[in-house]
Structures are given as C-alpha cells and as structure tokens.
C-alpha cells in the first residue's frame, strides 16, 4: 500500500518547548518530493516546504527545520521554541508511485498550551 | 493575485438535494484537484484534471462529478446528497504535476448533508 505514516496524532506542549513531527514515507520512486502542509485552526492548508529526494541536507526556515533521511524514509519536522500560533494541524504528503499527485498522511495535531 | 478561490464556504443539504461546488483559479494552472477531509482521516481524492477537457477519478469518486471547460474552472457537482457526503471539500491547483510542484489550495468549502 502506499503509505504516508504520521504516528502521532495529537501532541500538545507547553510554549517554547521544542517539538518534531515524525512523517514515514513508502515510495517506489528513485526521485521525488515531499511536501509538509499546515492546517491551522481557521481551516485553510497552507504549505511549507517541498523537499527533493536528492537533497538530504537539512533545511531550516526561522524556527522550522526539516530533517529528511532517505535511508530510513523519513522527514521529520521541527519547530523549536514554539508559539502558540504553531497550533495546528500538519501534514506530511509525499507523491503517488507512478502519478502525479500526491497523498496526504492523516496529520498531527499540535497544540501548542500558553 | 486570488490563488484558489471556493464558494461557498458553508453550505447546508438535504438528502437527496443536488449541489455544484465551484473552484476557480487564476495562476493558469494546468492540473487542478478536489479533496475531501473527514475528521482524522486526512484528505481523500475525489477528482482531478490534468487540464481542460481532461478528468480523472481519484480515490473517492462515487456520488461526485466534475467538468474542466475552462483552464480556470474545476466545478463538483454533488448529485442526491447523502449524509456520508458531510465532509469539508478542498479545491487545489498546481501549474505542473502536484507531484512536482506542491499544491496550491482553495480555503475549503464546509459541506452539511442533513
């Protein structure tokens, strides 16, 4: 089956905690991107980041990074020190063997308590 | 630049009732998509459209149908409205393969089969 696996469902933490969002990814593609979408409490989905499988470097965008190991079919998401605006949920989204869409996993919910 | 623009935001059906969901983009994309989010269970493809005249079944297509007349229009059309059809529906857009480029989406349409 093609998988998208978000093991945590729901994660709550105090402000200025760290926090990583796991994302497990199976794909029969040699090259592909992988995407994390965020989903805040007003509904829209919003992207943040669209990683290709050749680069394995880790990316850091303020306090977002992103840590993406093709050996263990991984892209974790981090945020460190984080604000109560980071209350959401993610989700991880990686394509479809053999098309061009892509599949969402069932996304984590973070809340981030003041 | 409007992006991805859905109406209505909110609607409510009876069983039975038929109803068209419109989804317009103004980037000239060329691949256009509907999905549909239930609680927990991240998003579900219903159809998609690699461009004009060109439509696609996804995961979920029973009870649903589309068109693709224009590059810019992507309309659902909900024929006899079922309960099992309460759901929130995004429209999303992309200029090359969603694969590829990530998704752009519309802010969602909350949809009540009552």
């Known amino acids: 089956a093609q998988k998208v696996t978000q093991a945590q469902t729901e994660i709550s933490v105090v402000e200025k905690e760290d926090v990583t969002l796991d994302c497990v990814y199976e794909?029969?593609?040699?090259?592909?991107?992988l995407f994390w979408y965020k989903q805040p409490p007003s509904g829209e989905l919003v992207f943040l980041i669209r990683r290709n499988s050749f680069d394995e470097q880790n990316e850091i965008s303020g306090r977002y990074s992103w840590n993406f190991q093709k050996s263990t079919s991984s892209f974790n998401f981090t945020i460190t020190a984080s604000q109560v605006v980071d209350s959401a949920v993610y989700f991880c989204a990686r394509p479809m063997n053999r098309d061009d869409k892509i599949i969402f996993g069932k996304g984590t919910r973070l809340h981030i308590l003041p | 630049n409007a992006g991805v623009t859905q109406t209505p935001k909110f609607r409510i059906l009876k069983i039975g009732q038929s109803m068209t969901l419109q989804c317009t983009q103004d980037m000239n994309h060329n691949y256009m998509y509907w999905y549909r989010q239930d609680p927990g269970m991240g998003l579900k493809l219903i159809y998609y459209?690699?461009?004009?005249?060109?439509?696609d079944k996804g995961e979920v297509p029973n009870g649903y149908n589309v068109s693709r007349s224009t590059t810019e229009d992507f309309p659902l059309r909900l024929e006899l409205a079922a309960p099992s059809q309460t759901s929130v529906y995004f429209c999303a857009s992309s200029y090359g393969p969603g694969k590829v480029d990530g998704y752009t989406f519309g802010s969602g349409t909350r949809l009540t089969v009552v």
């Open positions: 459209s690699v461009g004009a005249g060109i439509t």
């Open positions: 794909t029969r593609d040699t090259t592909y991107y």
